[in-house]
């Protein structure tokens, strides 16, 4: 089979350069060098990243802790990390000097164009999508990969053997499939919601990266929600479409799982909380039957699935509060679907995080009639959410305080609960700035709450299995 153009072996004879010294850049660099060992390479870092770079001893790579324009234009390929956006002003000058922009996840898709691959995205429950497809698949004997975005660079398993790719996908990385060349043959979307503004430099060109692994990477079949108005507007000419959410397909009813007409699981038992995680499980029954398998069959497996940390994560209870840990929530949209789980309970819920500009104005609107017993706003975000919701908590609709930090959140949510109720951490905001990643905040409210922070991190079933 002929290379393709974004193949390892296609970098012979071009200048390369990589961006970012991440577990994706590691990954990247040792990718490259396990099938090029003496390809020259340029690592642009930050200077706390150099020491360990350069302490890999590799004498083909170069160190350099500044970049801008001029330096990205001297090379011809940039292998950059998924966190470093190509609309930056100096990738976007060097992009129209000639310089093309990719990441791993080009690479592992040309380097494995026959992989059966099941590309996962959307704004939100992609995570949770992609790990209970690899349990339902795991369970009915097939040999899978739980890979990408979810915690594992595709890069670390170029070499990895499975019946089945499932591969989770942020909207930093669906237009790098597009670029590799390779159809996947399943995309799965679950829903598209504005995220990650500052990234991507606006909401429609959010919603079009995220959408390239749909109109431009071209999959044999797409599994969509036909409850998301913008999936629902789309003509893909070039896939077969089946859709979830839908009477005539996987859809749910109450507590019930059913196809078509067919009642086929009542989910009541399944730890999935929240309609929309249920949901999800629609999506995961139409892409086993997208590959030809019994989804009825596997379907009840979905019983002993493990849920995902920080996504409405019961951390524990204490003096008669509940701890829930949805640090994962980086948007109203998601923080909204966190408190309908408990509705009608006396719920805290704490918000805010770091500003990308997201309109807060639904949240707003959905407050008379979905209210908590108090929401304490914080982080940078935190004064415009307070002043947004102001005259409604004036007028007697919630309890609404502004907090410093995350322990000041926790500590006036309690004193507020006094001793009845759930300190619900769904932020609707990202956590930069104050913390490294979601993860890192996650953890943060377990150890405030009083909690090991240890037990509430581990993602089950990521790698081949």
Known sequence: MRDSP????ALDGQRVALWGWGREGRAAWKAIRSRRPQLPLTLFCLPDEAVGARATGDAWLAVETMVDADR?????VVVKSPGVSPYRPEALAASDRGTRFIGGTTLWFAERPDARTICVTGTKGKSTTSALLAHLLRAGGHRTALTGN???????????????????????????????????????VTNI?????????????????????????KPGIAILSANDARLAALDLPGSY??????????????????????????????????????GNLCAVLATIEALGLDATALAPHAATFMPLPHRLQPVGERDGVLY???????????????????????VALLVGGHDRGIDWAPFVAAMPAQAPRAIVTMGQNGPRIHDALLSLADAGGFVLRAASDLADAVAQANALLEG?????????????????????????????????????????GIGIA
């Open 150 to 188: 979810i915690g594992q660079p595709l890069l670390e398993l170029l070499e990895g053997k499975a019946e089945y790719w499932v591969v989770e996908l942020s909207s930093y990385q669906t237009r790098d499939v597009a670029l590799s060349g390779v159809c996947p043959g399943i995309a799965v």
């Open 72 to 76: 990205l234009a001297a090379f011809d």
């Open 420 to 460: 009845d109720g759930v300190v619900l951490l769904s932020p609707g905001a990202p956590s930069f700035g104050a913390y490294r990643d979601y993860t890192e905040r996650g953890r943060h409210f377990a150890a405030l709450a009083g909690f090991d922070p240890d037990r509430i991190t581990t993602i089950p």
């Open 324 to 346: 829930v840990n949805d640090s994962i929530s980086t948007t109203p949209h998601a923080t909204l679907a966190a408190l309908e789980v408990y509705r009608g309970r006396r």
């Open 6 to 9: 974004n193949s390892i072996a």
């Open 193 to 217: 919601f504005p995220e990650h503004l500052d990234w991507h430099g606006s909401e429609a060109r959010y919603v079009s990266d995220k959408l390239s692994l749909l109109t431009d990477a």
């Open 241 to 278: 479409v089946r859709w979830f959410g839908t009477d005539a397909g996987w859809h749910l009813r109450g507590d019930v799982v059913w196809r078509g007409d067919e009642a086929v699981f009542d989910t009541a038992g399944v730890p999935l909380p929240g309609r929309h995680n249920r």
